[in-house]
């Protein structure tokens, strides 16, 4: 199985910084493309941001100057830099991973639990 681990949330005030983590592990012999989703009370899960297994980097436009998504490959992690934060950024943010557990298998999305993100105004 693999495992995607989320830390890094919190409680912050307006225009404050936080930043997440998301460690996988578990039987992974290649992770593809990688990203941070969040969901707000009441509303559709969105894409933050994602990055490929060469850094490529998509952003949703109201994060766009804000948030910065990396990953270290070697230690299967990837990291949400999220700067100037809105309380309208309040939400639980999920971490994303396509994985391959073998050389021969397909390729799996898998899904942390989830890190809540709170922005007091």
């Known amino acids: 199985q693999v495992q995607l681990a989320e830390s890094g949330g919190g409680l912050v005030q307006a225009g404050g910084s936080l930043r997440l983590s998301c460690a996988a592990s578990g039987s992974i012999f290649k992770i593809d493309e990688m990203g941070w989703y969040r969901q707000a009370p009441g509303q559709q899960r969105e894409l933050v941001a994602s990055i490929t297994n060469s850094g490529r980097t998509n952003y949703a436009d109201s994060m766009k100057g804000r948030f910065t998504i990396s990953r270290d490959n070697a230690k299967n992690t990837l990291y949400l830099q999220m700067n100037s934060l809105k309380p309208e950024d309040t939400a639980v943010y999920y971490c994303?991973?396509?994985?391959?557990?073998?050389?021969?298998?397909?390729?799996?999305?898998?899904w942390g639990q989830g890190t809540q993100v709170t922005v007091s105004s």
């Open positions: 994303n991973a396509v994985v391959a557990r073998t050389w021969n298998s397909g390729w799996v999305n898998y």
